[in-house]
């Protein structure tokens, strides 16, 4: 990265740019994480102390791992503050005026703007692919540990696709021991169920993949006539479920790096799995809002580069306004490709392609 900027060639009005860029984005998101961690700290004190969590535990297992988290999850609307702020400013002390009367194109302007949003992307590209799923899992292990919260890991009824046609039904999973209260293996012929096969007390294998009973029976059904066959030699068998897919699905994604969470998007995939787009957002979620830093970066610079009569407190109301309508609509997105009423990728990408086009023609609008 620092031999890319090397090469880039920057001007003193880059270097300018950039360092007000990223000193007011740094500064702002150290202002709102001092005030966060006092406000939840004073929130969660109680739970701090009930569960006997060690000052050592607090901040290392609980806090350096939600910093992150919560940076990443707000970036885009700490750069689209940072740009607002400081180029509403400059547009009012009259510098932007100054650069443009000095024959600096507007599009030549826009250069540091997209030079210090490529270092936050790949800053947030980094943080949301690899280091955010581990920090999550360490946060919420605290969380179960300390805090009474995700207790079990593992919803008390459990009920899972592993083939079109075939699944499985897991009651009262003990993480712990691996062990199932009640296991069921059900077949499907169209809307029809053809056959079981149940077990208690059954006993996930971690070395081999395979879960065991000491006993088994078996139910088929022929038309409203049921055969049961018990057995009483021991089951063993493996299935295309292992234990750590039973995990409860929000927690479960988070804590999975992108590699990961691309293997278990495709093994879910053939499993014929209707938690597939859930899956999907997220990993098409890990890109899009980090690739936003660009469009809010375009929005903000055109926005805000005018001088008006409000000032920069007009720019900042216009554009917060701008940014929580963003958020919204991706919340709106995401909810619909849940409900299968638009493909994950589209439900994803949409709120960027509306904005970037709204970008676009305010960029088309501002001073030249």
Same mark, same amino acid.
């Given at each position: ?159 899972? *696709? ?91 994604? *988070? ?11 495709? *093994? ?96 088309? *609008?501002?001073?030249?």
């Amino acid at each position: 990265m620092i031999r890319l900027l090397k090469k880039l060639k920057l001007q003193i009005i880059d270097r300018y740019i950039m360092r007000r860029f990223l000193g007011t984005y740094l500064f702002a998101i150290g202002l709102i994480i001092m005030i966060v961690v006092i406000f939840d700290a004073a929130e969660k004190i109680d739970d701090f102390l009930e569960g006997h969590a060690p000052v050592s535990a607090i901040l290392l297992d609980y806090y350096v791992n939600f910093i992150p988290y919560f940076v990443n999850q707000f970036s885009g609307l700490f750069t689209f503050i940072a740009v607002i702020f400081f180029t509403s400013k400059m547009a009012y002390d009259t510098e932007i005026i100054a650069i443009l009367s000095s024959g600096v194109s507007f599009r030549r302007l826009m250069w540091p703007y997209f030079v210090s949003a490529l270092l936050i992307t790949v800053l947030s590209l980094s943080l949301n692919l690899f280091l955010i799923p581990e920090a999550n899992a360490r946060r919420l292990a605290f969380e179960a540990k300390y805090m009474g919260k995700h207790k079990s890991a593992y919803e008390p009824h459990i009920y899972r *696709q592993l083939e079109p046609g075939t699944f499985v039904y897991i009651r009262g999973f003990q993480d712990k021991s691996k062990v199932a209260e009640y296991f069921a293996i059900e077949s499907y012929d169209g809307g029809n169920i053809v056959s079981t096969l149940e077990a208690q007390n059954v006993r996930f294998d971690t070395l081999t993949g395979r879960w065991k009973a000491s006993k088994y029976f078996t139910r088929h059904y022929e038309g409203e006539r049921e055969i049961l066959t018990k057995y009483t030699t021991p089951l063993d068998t493996a299935i295309n479920l292992i234990a750590a897919e039973l995990g409860r699905t929000q927690n479960l994604v *988070q804590t999975m790096n992108s590699v990961r969470l691309r293997r278990f998007i495709r *093994q879910q995939q053939s499993k014929g799995s209707d938690m597939v787009p859930i899956f999907q957002i997220e990993a098409y979620s890990r890109w899009a809002y980090p690739l936003s830093t660009f469009v809010l970066t375009l929005i903000g610079v055109s926005l805000s580069s005018r001088k008006v009569r409000g000032g920069t407190g007009l720019h900042i109301g216009v554009g917060i306004t701008l940014c929580f309508t963003y958020i919204v609509l991706m919340r709106f997105t995401g909810e619909f490709a849940k409900g299968g009423m638009l493909p994950p990728v589209i439900a994803v990408w949409l709120p960027n392609v509306l904005y970037a086009a709204i970008g676009v023609y305010l960029y088309r *609008q501002a001073p030249k």
